[in-house]
């Protein structure tokens, strides 16, 4: 709760407000919770599920925003989405009310149009690419489910051009799935990121890797398989994820645990994937993966729980499991059955009714579900509605040790879950290919997509393409700087806009780096220093070379001996995030490449608990020209990260990008 006994509460607006109608409450972790700990709610606690949802409406009210990441009558902006929509959607869906609908709608599209994190990218593109957001894969797949969410509200409210609108944007996920590699892949330049390693734990997916994000599909589960080949290769692939090594590669995430292969039980974007099983009718490997995660990864201990409770969703998980479900997809009111642990559970409801779930013929040991039955009558649905849950009654399981082939349940079409997008099927965006830079030996561009039928048009002056734009035919060349943009054609219909930049490099040095970036941080290989191309401080977007734990050191060949007068070199500074400013950085000139002279030292001033995001070019000016060849740049690292930091005794990182010299 965040209201006092007198009923007033702090707003978003930081004023007391007295709550009218409603109890207040606060720490909404809506990226952990909206998963499984909200859907709880709506069995076991509706009414407060309307006093949040009322919360969630005066939150908008105050500060214009529904809550992200709300603790305290403070936005902390923390992790990603706007996943208030998914518990609202989820509540209304189960005809839970007690808020104005109209004005809890409006509050939707708002945090849809949000202007923060790359949203309007998102919304004109129908995905975000590494260039434009960090995160961008998740972001992708997780803005898609959230409008996938408002859809199911305008329908409801029947407003037909809204659903149409956020249907459309809720098959996003379809434009970073790579058919070549069979994952999320992240978007880089209108290409796909190269190299990829699914394993790797970098900036383009929150807390996770593309194993454990390319089954975020909630909400169109039949186009995911689809897409990933039909629902052979689909259960395939779920036995790839709990079979894979358990090594993440990339940065250290203290989140990822409970590792079942790649499966991360420890972190919620895993929590819905073993009941995927159940969706392509095998449901046999949704319940030996449930049983597994429930018996082995939640102990009776004070360190009991795998990975972070992040305010209640391990436990929900838990506690939704072991009776016997879970909801895949918050916001279509059913769920789906997993593996009960309990012999009998009965959920007392805010109604009156009781629901009561029972095991026949249980025992100490794992088993199958042989059938079921709903209130004495044959189920064999591994689909649980909610409307059931609230009429009361009684589930039951038969249970049996090993599987026959009397075994029907969960087996049909008709038995299993299922989400489908229906509507008007979007047009995957096309796939730009350009070199790292043009040179004159390395200057031809191609276009891709993975349907053979479409047409594909494009633009190289940066205009927005047309059905009559020029058609792409086969590779192209161009000699000098340009941006491409293309689009797909089918039957009429067209998908969302590629744009990529093709540059030209301004100059034909050389640079010899004798330090070693972390390839996490290679600002796209050695020349990305000397290409023209300045870094911005979305260091996440790749512009930058990161070097940890060691100087930098590098000499650039101009190619001749030329009259220069400055040397410059651009840094970043994020101290959060362990980048700091080099102590100094010291230029070195040569004629021939083995005699060198000191050309200027510049030392570096900004202090290192400057928290500040910023970049800084650490500029030398001559007053007369000296003529050189060859320019040797170090850059002295800060060192170990003093004790009134975070990551005290850590080391720390130089980033580095352009280099010039005139």
Known sequence: M????????????????????????TVFSLWDTFRGLHPLFTIIEQKRTTDIINTFLQQHKESGRLPMWELSANETN??????????????????????????????????????????PTFNKNNFVQIDDESESVSKTLEYAYDNWCIAQVAKKLNKKPDYDLYMKRAQAYKNVYDKKTGFMRPRKNGNWLSPFEPREVNNHFTEANSWQYSFFVPQDVSGLVKLMGGEKRFEQKLDDLFSAKSETEGRTQADITGLIGQYAHGNEPSHHMAYLYNYVSKPQKTQEKIYQILTEFYKNNPDGLIGNEDCGQMSAWYVLSSMGFYQVCPGKAEYTIGSPLFDNVKIHLENGKTFEISKKNPTTTFQYIQSSSINGKLSNSSILSHSTILAGGKLEFIMQEKLDDKNLFGKSALLRPSTNITTKQII????????????????????????????????????EPKANSKIYTGPFTSDSSITIKAKAILNLESSSVTTANAHRKPNNWKVAIQSTYNKQYDAGGDEGIIDGQHATVNWRSGGWQGYQSQDFNCIVDLGKVTPIQYVTAEFLQDT???????????????????????????????????????????????????????????????????????????????????????
């Open 2 to 25: 965040a209201g006092d006994v007198d009923g007033k509460y702090r707003g978003r607006d930081l004023k007391v407000h007295p709550a009218n109608g409603f109890t207040p409450y």
């Open 78 to 119: 923390c992790m990603i989405g706007f996943h208030s929509v998914s518990v609202i959607a989820d509540a209304m869906t189960k005809g839970i009310s007690g808020f104005d609908k109209n004005a809890i709608y409006e509050s939707m599209l708002a945090a849809s149009n949000y202007t923060s994190w790359n949203i």
């Open 428 to 463: 995957q965006v096309p796939v730009i290919i350009t070199p790292a830079k043009l040179t004159d030996t390395e200057k031809t561009i191609s276009i891709e997509h993975p349907n053979p039928k479409v047409k594909l048009v494009y633009t190289i002056d940066g205009s």
């Open 576 to 662: 959060r995030s362990w980048i700091l400013y080099p102590k100094q950085v010291s230029y070195e000139i040569s004629e021939d490449g083995i005699n060198y002279k000191p050309f200027g030292v510049i030392e570096n001033g900004v202090a290192a608990d400057d928290y500040n995001l910023q970049m800084r070019t650490f500029l030398h000016n001559n007053v007369v020209k000296s003529n050189a060849r060859y320019v040797k740049i170090k850059a002295t690292n800060f060192g170990k990260l003093p004790d009134w930091h975070q990551g005290n005794g850590g080391d720390a990182f130089i980033f580095i990008d352009e280099i010039e010299v005139r």
